[in-house]
T-cell receptor
Framework: DAGITQSPRHKVTETGTPVTLRCHQT?????MYWYRQDPGHGLRLIHY???????DKGEVSDGYSVSRSKTEDFLLTLESATSSQTSVYFC????????????FGPGTRLTVL | AQSVTQLGSHVSVSEGALVLLRCNYS??????LFWYVQYPNQGLQLLLK??????LVKGINGFEAEFKKSETSFHLTKPSAHMSDAAEYFC???????????FGKGTRLSVIA
């Protein structure tokens, strides 16, 4: 299995509070991604990174920010959590070519009350 | 823009029967195509991928998929379903350059004893 960990694995928080999710990899892959998974929607890209300090928005980036100060870590921040951000969040990594496999982390289940 | 359509959000088959999960894609460039599987409470795992080397692609756990350009399809099949195949399956297409994968909404496979 690819060396990807996500923390925390489960979190319950209240509306309006800030939340940060962490993705850590030991593979030295250049690309890192954050997706959210919701029933009936599959996986939707939030943000991705193509190198340290290089990030770009995905399909559902509103309300989320990211940071990548080291190759191995990619942080996803919800500045002020809302109930619509209740979801399962997956981190993925790849070397970045079109044919490359994306390897997924175990996911973080976030509940916003 | 690229997109993926998975026909049928839920497919149910009997143990030992043929599994057929449908995927159609839209792409303005030659696509690279992927099938991932997600077991309950886990991340996604690559089943197989098409990278233009051969139109019939064999993957793990006895699955295979055939790329048909004329039909813009990449259907996933397995000759004989096993109880352990019960999971959610996602088809994805690689966008141009180094942009991220675009996923379908997923098909949940149930296997009946």
């Amino acid at each position: 299995d690819a060396g990807i960990t996500q923390s925390p694995r489960h979190k319950v928080t209240e509306t309006g509070t800030p939340v940060t999710l962490r993705c850590h990899q030991t593979e030295n892959h250049r690309y890192m991604y954050w997706y959210r998974q919701d029933p009936g929607h599959g996986l939707r890209l939030i943000h991705y990174s193509y190198g340290v300090k290089d990030t770009d928005k995905g399909e559902v980036s509103d309300g989320y920010s990211v940071s990548r100060s080291k190759t191995e870590d990619f942080l996803l921040t919800l500045e002020s959590a809302t109930s619509s951000q209740t979801s399962v969040y997956f981190c993925a990594i790849s070397q970045g070519q079109r044919t490359d496999t994306q390897y997924f982390g175990p996911g973080t289940r976030l509940t916003v009350l | 823009a690229q997109s993926v359509t998975q026909l049928g959000s839920h497919v149910s088959v009997s143990e030992g029967a043929l599994v057929l999960l449908r995927c159609n894609y839209s792409s303005s460039v030659p696509p690279y195509l992927f099938w991932y599987v997600q077991y309950p409470n886990q991340g996604l795992q690559l089943l197989l991928k098409y990278t233009s080397a051969a139109t019939l692609v064999k993957g793990i756990n006895g699955f295979e998929a055939e790329f048909k350009k004329s039909e813009t399809s990449f259907h996933l099949t397995k000759p004989s379903a096993h109880m352990s195949d019960a999971a959610e399956y996602f088809c994805a297409v690689s966008n141009s350059g180094n942009t991220p994968l675009v996923f379908g909404k997923g098909t949940r496979l149930s296997v009946i004893a």
